[in-house]
């Protein structure tokens, strides 16, 4: 979801390679765009090659990940080796060639016992198998290239393209659904066509350095999400809110995750949109 986005929305004077894993490209994002397939990320020797292949670069985003939270509770071997292993071998070979590296993470790194917004100093203390791997992933990219890494947590990501919440309640809700929803956990939502131009300044921007929180502004439960994007879309489903309890899933989740943005806020000149505005883009531009 959030590659395709970032790929897209290249800046002016920059131009980039896209890697995925498979044969099959994004078709939809055009043939003019630099993609290449069967590059396995956690794999040295693919990225040894596909370096070789490039040439000189000055900077790698870095948005592969196991993304299946559940799963990962079930294959923690799979997401290590996709969230963490593929972290420290992009993480060496960016400082071998002097090249900045950006990497995405997440709120699931912390417990969701706090009451504020979480600083990027706070205590991590992740619950589950896919934060525990992302916190990896930090660590030994950090540890790699420690002049020439920065982390990026986000979080509760929707956007154009790729499985997402609100795309997931439009569908149950066209399929006639009745909808039970969480109320009781709260984060930032966040759009990827939002996020995609923070990681272009934090790859550009010479001053940025460690680890940001880059979320938009404002918080939500899931059921405040859903209810707001059938407002957008104008749809009147069957909607209950739920407790997490009452939906239970097998990986422990932040029951408060909403991250503070203010050290990302301070490097771009401003904030992120607030999550209801980038809701709203996206609704319009992704119906
Ligand atoms: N979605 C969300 O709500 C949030 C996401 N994030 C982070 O943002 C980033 C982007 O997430 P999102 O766009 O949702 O991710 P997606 O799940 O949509 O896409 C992840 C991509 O990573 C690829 N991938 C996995 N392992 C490898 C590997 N070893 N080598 C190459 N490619 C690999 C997958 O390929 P394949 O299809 O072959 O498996 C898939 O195309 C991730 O770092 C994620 O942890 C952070 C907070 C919230
Ligand atoms: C489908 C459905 C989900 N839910 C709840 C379950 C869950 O707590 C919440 C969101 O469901 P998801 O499957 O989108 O949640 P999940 O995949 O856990 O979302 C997380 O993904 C990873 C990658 C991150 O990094 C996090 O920031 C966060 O976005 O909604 C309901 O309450 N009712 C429903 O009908």
Redesign the pocket.
């Known amino acids: 979801?959030?590659?395709s986005q970032v790929l897209l929305d290249v800046p002016d004077g920059w131009e980039a390679l896209a890697?995925?894993?498979?044969g099959v490209l994004p078709v939809e994002l055009g043939d003019e765009r630099p993609l290449l397939g069967g590059?396995?990320?956690?794999e040295p020797e693919d990225v040894a090659s596909l370096v070789r292949w490039a040439g000189d670069f000055d900077a790698v985003i870095h948005?592969?990940?196991?993304?299946n939270v559940d799963g990962a509770e079930s294959d923690e071997a799979a997401a290590r080796?996709?969230?963490a292993d593929?972290c420290e071998v992009l993480a060496r070979v960016c400082a071998e060639r002097g090249a900045r590296l950006v990497m995405?993470?997440?709120?699931f790194v912390f417990d969701g016992t706090a009451s504020e917004p979480y600083t990027e100093d706070a205590p991590t203390a992740p619950l589950g198998a896919y934060g525990r791997t992302?916190l990896e992933g930090e660590e030994r990219a950090l540890a790699a290239h420690p002049d020439g890494c920065v982390v990026a947590r986000?979080?509760?990501?929707f956007g154009p393209r790729?499985?997402?919440f609100p795309g997931t309640m439009l569908a149950l809700a066209r399929a006639g659904r009745p909808l039970r929803v969480v109320d009781d956990h709260f984060g930032s939502p966040t759009s990827t066509q939002a996020l995609a131009p923070a990681l272009w300044d934090l790859a550009r921007l010479e001053a940025a350095n460690g680890i940001y929180h880059a979320a938009c502004e404002g918080r939500a439960s899931w059921f405040e999400l859903a209810a707001e994007t059938f407002r957008l879309a104008r749809l009147a489903p069957d909607l209950t809110p739920c407790t997490a309890a009452d939906f239970p899933r097998p990986a422990p989740v932040p029951a408060f995750s909403v991250l503070n943005c203010a050290r990302l806020a301070d490097l771009r000149g401003g904030p992120l949109p607030t999550w209801r505005d980038a809701l709203a883009a996206h609704l319009e531009s992704s119906p």
């Open positions: 979801m959030l590659g890697t995925v894993r498979g590059v396995d990320l956690a948005c592969a990940a196991y993304t080796r996709a969230n593929s995405v993470s997440t709120d992302k986000t979080q509760w990501l790729g499985k997402n």
